[in-house]
């Protein structure tokens, strides 16, 4: 257990309709990062966050907008549902604002799986 | 955009061989991560590689960050059915972004 949350860990929708994704860093973490993998794909980076500001942005459409909240939860909103959108969507926390650095590990959620219909 | 070219795609060994995978990039890179995926599961933290020709053992996997800073192998000892998963290289890239490999899907027959 990596002591970061996700809710739904399931979420099946319709296209044209929008879901939001919820996730809760470690504790102590301070930064929240989300991930899309889709089948047989590695980890596409979206956004990240670092104490309530956005800090990096990925390949990330703009369908899609996240957001963190003063607690240090996330949400990341995703509209006008595609079918290409329906993948894996993980979260990950860390420490610091520096991922990749000597302190600054990048810790997984277990994902959201989403299914568009 | 940059890219981590991961390889072999995918491996099918027999329990007890050695197991090696490497993953190669066009830029240079200051950190290298290898994670490993269960599978339903999110990607957890095997090794971290900070230094040009750092050698780092974890256990039964060795990984090694490349001299030209462009590369890092993974080497997993004496394979056991638990280490089935994909095992992804990444490293950071642009200040604050992570990139990750496809993935090296491992197979194990008991």
């Known amino acids: 257990d990596s002591g970061v949350t996700q809710t739904p860990k399931h979420l099946i929708t319709a296209t044209g309709q929008r879901v939001t994704l919820r996730c809760s860093p470690r504790?102590?973490?301070?930064?929240v990062y989300w991930y899309q993998q889709s089948l047989d794909q590695g980890l596409q980076f979206l956004i990240q966050y670092y104490n309530g500001e956005e800090r990096a942005k990925g390949n990330i459409l703009e369908r899609f907008s996240a957001q963190q909240f003063p607690d240090l939860h996330s949400e990341l909103n995703l509209s006008s549902l595609e079918l290409g959108d329906s993948a894996l969507y993980f979260c990950a926390s860390s420490e610091g604002d520096l991922p990749g650095t000597y302190t600054d590990t990048q810790y997984f959620g277990p994902g959201t799986r989403l299914t568009v219909l | 955009g940059q890219q981590l070219n991961q390889s072999p795609q995918s491996m099918f060994i027999q329990e007890g061989e050695d197991v090696s995978m490497n993953c190669t990039s066009s830029?240079?890179?200051?950190?290298w991560l290898w994670y490993k995926q269960d599978p339903g599961e999110g990607p957890v933290l095997l090794i971290a590689l900070y230094k040009a020709g750092e050698l780092t053992s974890n256990g039964r996997l060795t990984a090694q960050f490349g001299i030209t800073r462009k590369d890092s192998f993974l080497n997993i000892s004496a394979s056991i059915p638990s280490d089935v998963g994909i095992y992804f290289c990444?490293?950071?890239?642009?200040?604050?972004?992570?990139?990750f490999g496809a993935g090296t899907r491992l197979f194990v027959k008991a």
């Open positions: 504790s102590g973490d301070l930064s």
């Open positions: 990444a490293g950071p890239f642009g200040g604050f972004k992570t990139i």
């Open positions: 830029s240079i890179f200051n950190t």
